[in-house]
């Protein structure tokens, strides 16, 4: 069960910080830091400079995102900006476009 | 599910949160909250700014106004410093309330077994008509209020939050209706007060009536 849920009608505008599980199903917008895992919905929105311990993206992020483990976007899923991870998959049919920067 | 949001208890949002669905707040929150449906803020929440909703369960920590379209509900445990402002409001023993605290409209049928508690105090027991009198007008504009009882709904309302530590009343509409026999209490001594005894001038066993001298 995720620690942190943003459910898909609300909006969250400012910081956003935690030490558990994100799930965004909304809006965010801001900066999203978090020490967990950091995943976005198809539903969801993310207009801001995501770090998380992991991230999966399977709807919609503007920022950039860096990772200490991994990143994944899914197919579906759309993400403008750079990426800084050890480890990344793009998934056939998920929109890219960034930097990439895998020198862990 | 989507509907139903949750902020952790180790996540703190600085900025506001807004939308539809319900929210569940576990972690801090710094600016308002606005949602068009339940609010549910634990013990470990906290929130500084308004929030604003439906439905609000309080048994954190707030220091900014409440608003909600329906009803207010602040839990034992909760500290609220701000104004309270639903059509129904419920503040539990236990909670510290520092502010406005006000409802709309006209007060229901479910306060009354509330009014008869009142009632069996020993303040209001031994005048049930003032209650009864004062109640009507408690209901009706504020300006239409006897001087003697005189402090409109904000200004009663704001003494309300020494009397919430204080009084065993469970319920703001029971202190509110409370408040009228205690402040009619002073009348109560002048009423069952005597008309002081007439003055007799000391008049000695035996003495035969003076005669007043007239002036001739």
Do not use: W, Y
Request: net charge positive.
């Amino acid at each position: 069960m995720a620690g942190t849920v943003i459910g898909e009608g609300l909006s969250v505008d400012g910081e956003l910080t935690s030490d558990e599980e994100i799930v965004v199903h909304g809006t965010v917008r801001g900066t999203l830091s978090a020490t967990d895992v950091v995943s976005v919905g198809t539903e969801g929105t993310v207009e801001a400079n995501i770090q998380a311990a992991a991230l999966s993206v399977a709807g919609r992020v503007t920022g950039n995102v860096t990772a200490t483990e991994r990143i994944d976007i899914q197919a579906g899923g759309r993400l403008i900006g750079d990426v800084k991870a050890a480890r990344l998959t793009i998934a056939d049919g998920a929109s890219f476009k960034g930097n990439v920067d895998m020198d862990a | 599910m989507a509907d139903e949001s949750v902020i952790g208890a180790t996540t703190r949002i600085r900025g506001n949160v807004t939308g539809s669905g319900s929210l569940r707040v576990e972690g801090t929150v710094e600016g308002d909250v606005q949602v068009e449906g339940d609010v549910v803020l634990t013990e470990a929440g906290r929130v500084r700014g308004s929030i604003s909703g439906a439905t609000l369960h309080i048994a954190g920590q707030v220091a900014g106004d409440l608003h909600a379209t329906d009803s207010i509900s602040v839990e034992a445990g909760a500290r609220v410093v701000g104004d309270i402002i639903a059509a129904r409001i419920g503040i539990v023993e236990g909670a510290l309330v520092r502010g406005l605290v006000q409802t709309d409209g006209e007060p229901s049928a479910a306060p009354r077994p509330a009014a008869k508690a009142s009632r069996s105090t020993p303040a209001a027991a031994a005048r049930p008509a003032p209650v009864v009198r004062e109640r009507p007008s408690a209901a009706a504009s504020p300006a239409a209020r006897t001087p003697v009882t005189a402090p409109p709904a904000s200004r009663r309302a704001q003494s309300l939050p020494a009397r919430t530590q204080a009084s065993p009343a469970t319920k703001a509409e029971a202190e509110v209706k409370a408040k009228p026999s205690e402040a009619s209490e002073p009348k109560a001594p002048a009423r069952s007060r005597k008309p002081p005894a007439p003055v007799v001038p000391a008049v000695k066993r035996g003495a035969p009536a003076k005669k007043k001298r007239r002036a001739t």
